[in-house]
């Protein structure tokens, strides 16, 4: 019997787990930070309905037709609609995009699992710059402690993927994700009572195009794209998942919004302290590993509030992590057929080994130029994430019909519609600009 969710719950906390990254909790606020916050919204959310929510409803009518990982899904539907198997390219493009994305990006998890252990046993570091830009450049010169704390994370993640898909994946983001809801409330609330939020209220809400630029419309235009992981056929992978009577459309009109809703209150736990405390909320990646700790060491249960937002933030990196690792998995099952336990453990090693390149971009070769962390983060997020969303796009709205769209995912013929015109034109047209813009400008 082949894997399945054990129902539309299952599916849906599952989805949503894989959006809820890191992307929509860290990447989200510092990059909302540093252009111009509401205006930088308006065009995240922009994107979201024009360019993630349209190729995410391809990938789950794709997967749940073709019934396989991405690449064997690809293929199989080629074939039935008379177009070159060749597209199934497109499939094992993204399997090998995940596979890098996850090298790294364990890594990054890694960090938080480092952050929410310490400040466990030890408590935020004092309320001085000095000190909190000491601990996180302390972490980031040992590569051994780095790489354990990836080889650890790497580990939860293959764990659960072993277990396989009801009692592993699904049974994971019943946990996690209620685990997160939880922690991100919290943190808002925490973050409201103590810190600014009338200033959180008119960075994030008030429209000021003066401090916005064309760069950071496309930045707004691609991080949901990014960080909800559309483009890659993680998607296809797990509506190969999904029986007849999971609404395909609901699945991802609900992991869409839940993932907007928590990058949300991502800034409403930040961005208030960082105001209260006259921080900067353009302070980049080090957003939540230099500027957050300052606030949270001169707060009421600063070291509690602390420790929770590295637990939730691990446990946001580790949800979308094991969808990584699944996409990866799946195809070494089917194709290869190595049991699942195996494939889990080789392909998380093979992560491992190549994520020691982007823990020692950080020490041993920070002097390259680019380092291989920036070189593997701009050949998946600006050649290969792209590159296969307008494949899968394409594919969808040029090769296979409208009536495979309208039947696998409920729609009206006026939904089917809309949908088809937007895989065709709109969804293309967003991603070449958001990956050749920046180029231009």
Excluded at 93 to 108: K, R
Excluded at 282 to 297: E, K, Q, R
Excluded at 409 to 420: C, E, F, K, P, Q
Aim: hydrophobic share 60%; proline share 5%.
């Amino acid at each position: 019997m082949k894997d399945a969710w054990s129902g539309r719950a299952g599916f849906i906390l599952a989805s949503v787990a894989s959006a809820v990254g890191l992307g929509s909790i860290w990447k989200f606020p510092y990059e909302v930070g540093a252009n111009g916050g509401a205006a930088f919204v308006l065009f995240y959310l922009a994107g979201l309905a024009l360019a993630v929510v349209p190729l995410m409803l391809a990938e789950f009518a794709m997967g749940r037709r073709g019934g396989a990982d991405a690449a064997t899904s690809l293929e199989t539907l080629a074939a039935a609609h008379g177009a070159a198997r060749a597209w199934a390219l497109a499939g094992a493009l993204g399997v090998l995009a995940g596979a890098l994305i996850l090298s790294f990006y364990s890594v990054i998890g890694g960090w938080t699992l480092a952050y929410a252990v310490e400040t466990l046993l030890a408590g935020p570091p004092p309320g001085e710059p000095q000190a909190v830009q000491a601990r996180y450049d302390a972490l980031l010169a040992s590569p051994v402690r780095m790489a354990a704390y990836h080889a650890a994370f790497l580990a939860v993640a293959a764990l659960v993927v072993a277990r396989g898909v009801s009692r592993g994946i699904e049974a994971a983001s019943k946990l996690l994700m209620p685990v997160l809801v939880v922690l991100i409330a919290a943190l808002a609330a925490y973050g409201a009572l103590q810190g600014d939020l009338a200033s959180t209220l008119r960075f994030l809400f008030r429209l000021d195009f003066s401090q916005f630029s064309a760069r950071g419309a496309l930045e707004a235009l691609g991080l949901g794209f990014f960080s909800i992981g559309v483009g890659f056929g993680l998607m296809i992978t797990y509506a190969a998942y999904a029986g007849r009577d999971i609404d395909l459309t609901q699945a991802a009109i609900v992991s869409v919004a839940v993932d907007t809703a928590i990058s949300l209150l991502a800034g409403f736990a930040i961005f208030p302290l960082v105001f209260a405390h006259g921080l900067d909320p353009a302070s980049g990646p080090g957003l939540v590993f230099v500027t957050l700790p300052l606030a949270f060491a001169g707060m009421p249960l600063g070291s509690a509030a602390a420790a929770a937002f590295y637990l939730l933030l691990f446990v946001a990196a580790l949800a979308s992590a094991i969808s990584m690792l699944e996409l990866a998995v799946a195809p070494a099952v089917r194709r290869l057929g190595w049991p699942r336990a195996r494939a889990a453990a080789a392909l998380a090693a093979a992560c491992f080994l190549v994520g020691l390149a982007t823990v020692f971009s950080f020490n041993r070769w920070a002097h390259w130029q680019p380092t291989p962390f920036e070189a593997i983060d701009h050949l998946t997020s600006n050649i290969m994430l792209p590159a296969g969303g307008m494949a899968l796009s394409l594919f969808a709205g040029w090769v296979l019909p409208r009536a495979l769209l309208v039947e696998e995912l409920g729609l009206g013929s006026r939904g089917g519609a809309v949908l088809h015109f937007a895989l065709r034109w709109v969804t293309p047209a967003l991603i070449a600009a958001v990956a050749l813009g920046p180029a231009v400008l």
